[in-house]
């Protein structure tokens, strides 16, 4: 871009460096500073990374049912065992991290673009369309969430896109709530004033200034989440909804090894799989401490 | 100790604000539960009948034509889903949630057996939170920074991390069948006293609720003791004991009262995977039956029983709350 002449013979000073890419790199910096939002970073990395070679570094393939070879205790052959139906743990486990990485991260999504839209509609509009959006939220809210997920499961069969749908609307309504929160704070800001006051749209000043302050704090609980929403795909498994049962997720492992919880020398089936999700919801938990501490302190106080 | 105006300038309470104001906040409050259970209702409808014709086919049998017809006759499901909505919410209020698709019991009765398990379990995972939640948050908070408190601190987040699936599993796994914890609930094969099968669960549903709890008293505990009122309770010269016991945790007891009473809405809900975990049988355990069944008069049933609990549980406590700080039912 060519700089303008300078006028009075004046030196133009060179561009100042992007604010914004300042910002990320303070936040990236206090991040890096906490020990266990490194530890939860590299808890989730592993995730993403086994969920995307999955079908590279299986040792063998998590469908294959041996039932000659079941529930094997770990061996070098099978590092983790065999299952109750003679599938290689390890496989099945990697896979299903595959599951979660997927159902989370999808779920996490879902919810957070419906539940932003309808917060920041309701926070923003205020009225009737609030009070609209509250009581819906609400009856959402009243709901037992396990059983919403169960019946939508059931309404669209078994599969993962249902499993992700069915989380996400049950999921939406704390994200909606949170929205709405911050928006509603943020609307009578001056800087908003001042947008409307240059003949701003609704729409522009919603997306370019209110929300961009106000998302923040729905991330990090988008992060809070995702580890709920990987727990309540196990939960759906372990009742016999879900992904269809031939599908090695670790809810259902667990299920499946529910029958021999108190059999000594089968405590592989259900120790491996219960590990995973309990890493996986405490590393997305610390991930979430770790950036609201990294965020600005000063988004804490209001809500 | 002085009496009358005195007290009255020390706790402007709830009796500084007109009744008036109270009265259309409880009013507000109460309508709002209504609507909700109302919505509650339409959208379970909504759902079970999204799940198509329960009578088509009933799981491996094969059922003929004619008796399927029977059979929806019977249960009025060959109706018009507005017209059954309206005489489900109609039966409601004599009791009457209809008859379940596979044993033909009354639904009422099922829920009679079952609630007053759930309520049992509920009240002690409560128990349990508040005992073990507020004594460890005071700890953490009188002795900050100290080991205690990192120690305190660590096992909550880990808590709060740990599934209610994963703990279940874990305290099933290596407790039941040993000493007083039962390997079966009494409920279906052997008689055992309640408390020994209703500990095991209620520890599950416990250790993440109390983790919470320990944040919460911690926090509060922690802005309290730096207020002013605990200075000046110091200053007078109360002794350390009456400052803590007297002042600094009742005034910081706010949040874990209303946390505790929206959790204990949810519990008494049903817990469906702890309960089905130990095949305990309360509502939770049911309805995760009834779930595999397709058993469509029992799944409404408990939905809006749930939905009841929480919507009443949670009312109580904004009315407690707005009782307790003034300032809410003032905005």
């Known amino acids: 871009?060519?700089?303008?002449?300078?006028?009075?013979?004046?030196?133009?000073?060179?561009?100042?460096?992007?604010?914004?890419?300042?910002?990320?790199?303070?936040?990236?910096?206090?991040?890096?500073?906490?020990?266990?939002?490194?530890?939860?970073?590299?808890?989730?990395?592993?995730?993403?990374?086994?969920?995307?070679?999955?079908?590279?570094?299986?040792?063998?393939?998590?469908?294959?049912?041996?039932?000659?070879?079941?529930?094997?205790?770990?061996?070098?052959?099978?590092?983790?065992?065999?299952?109750?139906?003679?599938?290689?743990?390890?496989?099945?486990?990697?896979?299903?991290?595959?599951?979660?990485?997927?159902?989370?991260?999808?779920?996490?999504?879902?919810?957070?673009?419906?539940?932003?839209?309808?917060?920041?509609?309701?926070?923003?509009?205020?009225?009737?369309?609030?009070?609209?959006?509250?009581?819906?939220?609400?009856?959402?809210?009243?709901?037992?969430?396990?059983?919403?997920?169960?019946?939508?499961?059931?309404?669209?069969?078994?599969?993962?896109?249902?499993?992700?749908?069915?989380?996400?609307?049950?999921?939406?309504?704390?994200?909606?709530?949170?929205?709405?929160?911050?928006?509603?704070?943020?609307?009578?800001?001056?800087?908003?004033?001042?947008?409307?006051?240059?003949?701003?749209?609704?729409?522009?000043?919603?997306?370019?200034?209110?929300?961009?302050?106000?998302?923040?704090?729905?991330?990090?609980?988008?992060f809070t989440s995702t580890g709920g929403y990987v727990v309540a795909m196990a939960s759906l498994s372990y009742l016999g909804v879900g992904v269809p049962p031939d599908v090695p997720e670790w809810g259902r492992l667990i299920e499946q090894a529910s029958d021999f919880l108190r059999v000594p020398g089968k405590a592989h089936l259900w120790i491996f799989p219960s590990l995973a999700i309990c890493l996986t919801t405490l590393g997305f938990a610390f991930v979430a401490d770790g950036l609201r501490d990294a965020l600005d302190p000063r988004l804490w106080d209001r809500s | 100790m002085p009496a009358g105006p005195v007290v009255a300038i020390r706790r402007p309470g709830p009796r500084a604000v007109p009744g008036v104001r109270m009265g259309t906040f409880l009013l507000r409050r109460i309508v709002q539960g209504v609507l909700v259970v109302f919505g509650a209702t339409l959208l379970i409808f909504l759902a079970t009948f999204s799940l198509g014709d329960p009578f088509a086919t009933t799981g491996a049998r094969v059922v003929p034509t004619e008796v399927q017809e029977i059979n929806r006759a019977k249960f009025g499901v060959d109706q018009p889903l507005p017209r059954q909505y309206l005489t489900y919410l109609g039966n409601i209020f004599t009791f009457d949630l209809g008859v379940d698709f596979d044993q033909r019991r009354p639904v009422v009765d099922m829920l009679a057996e079952t609630v007053p398990n759930t309520i049992r379990l509920a009240l002690v995972t409560i128990l349990i939170d508040i005992l073990i939640g507020v004594t460890a948050g005071i700890i953490a908070a009188l002795r900050k920074y100290s080991f205690w408190d990192v120690f305190v601190t660590v096992i909550c987040t880990l808590a709060i991390g740990m599934p209610t699936?994963?703990?279940?599993?874990?305290?099933?796994?290596?407790?039941?069948?040993?000493?007083?914890?039962?390997?079966?609930?009494?409920?279906?094969?052997?008689?055992?006293?309640?408390?020994?099968?209703?500990?095991?669960?209620?520890?599950?549903?416990?250790?993440?609720?109390?983790?919470?709890?320990?944040?919460?008293?911690?926090?509060?505990?922690?802005?309290?003791?730096?207020?002013?009122?605990?200075?000046?309770?110091?200053?007078?010269?109360?002794?350390?004991?009456r400052v803590i016991g007297k002042h600094a945790v009742r005034n910081s007891m706010l949040p874990v009262v209303t946390y505790t009473g929206v959790s204990l809405g949810v519990l008494f809900g049903g817990a469906i995977i702890t309960e089905t975990i130990f095949q305990y049988n309360g509502v939770g355990y049911l309805l995760s039956r009834a779930i595999v069944s397709s058993n469509t008069p029992v799944l409404i049933a408990i939905v809006v029983f749930s939905v009841l609990a929480c919507v009443v549980l949670s009312t109580l406590v904004d009315i407690l709350y707005a009782y307790l700080d003034p300032r809410i039912r003032l905005s």
């Not at chain 2, 250790?207 to 309290?224: K, N, Q, T």
């Open chain 2, 165 to 241: 699936l994963v703990i279940g599993i874990l305290l099933a796994a290596n407790l039941s069948g040993i000493g007083p914890f039962p390997a079966v609930p009494h409920s279906f094969t052997v008689e055992v006293p309640w408390y020994s099968e209703v500990v095991l669960p209620a520890c599950t549903l416990a250790i993440v609720d109390a983790a919470f709890i320990v944040r919460l008293m911690r926090g509060s505990m922690i802005e309290v003791l730096h207020s002013d009122y605990i200075r000046a309770a110091r200053a007078k010269g109360l002794s350390e004991l």
């Open chain 1, 1 to 222: 871009m060519a700089h303008p002449l300078p006028v009075g013979g004046f030196p133009v000073p060179p561009p100042l460096p992007s604010r914004r890419r300042g910002q990320l790199a303070e936040i990236a910096r206090r991040y890096r500073r906490n020990k266990l939002a490194m530890v939860g970073l590299g808890v989730v990395a592993l995730l993403v990374f086994l969920a995307v070679l999955e079908p590279l570094i299986t040792p063998y393939d998590p469908f294959e049912q041996n039932l000659r070879n079941t529930m094997a205790p770990p061996s070098p052959a099978h590092w983790f065992g065999t299952d109750v139906l003679g599938r290689d743990l390890l496989s099945a486990i990697i896979y299903g991290a595959r599951l979660a990485v997927l159902v989370g991260l999808g779920a996490v999504t879902m919810a957070l673009l419906v539940g932003v839209a309808l917060g920041a509609l309701a926070g923003f509009r205020g009225g009737v369309t609030d009070g609209i959006i509250a009581r819906v939220t609400d009856v959402f809210l009243a709901f037992p969430a396990l059983v919403g997920a169960i019946l939508i499961v059931r309404a669209f069969g078994a599969g993962v896109l249902p499993v992700i749908v069915a989380l996400a609307l049950v999921g939406w309504p704390t994200t909606a709530r949170l929205a709405r929160g911050q928006v509603l704070a943020l609307r009578e800001a001056e800087y908003v004033e001042a947008a409307r006051a240059i003949g701003a749209s609704d729409p522009r000043i919603v997306l370019r200034h209110i929300l961009p302050n106000a998302i923040a704090p729905v991330l990090v609980y988008a």
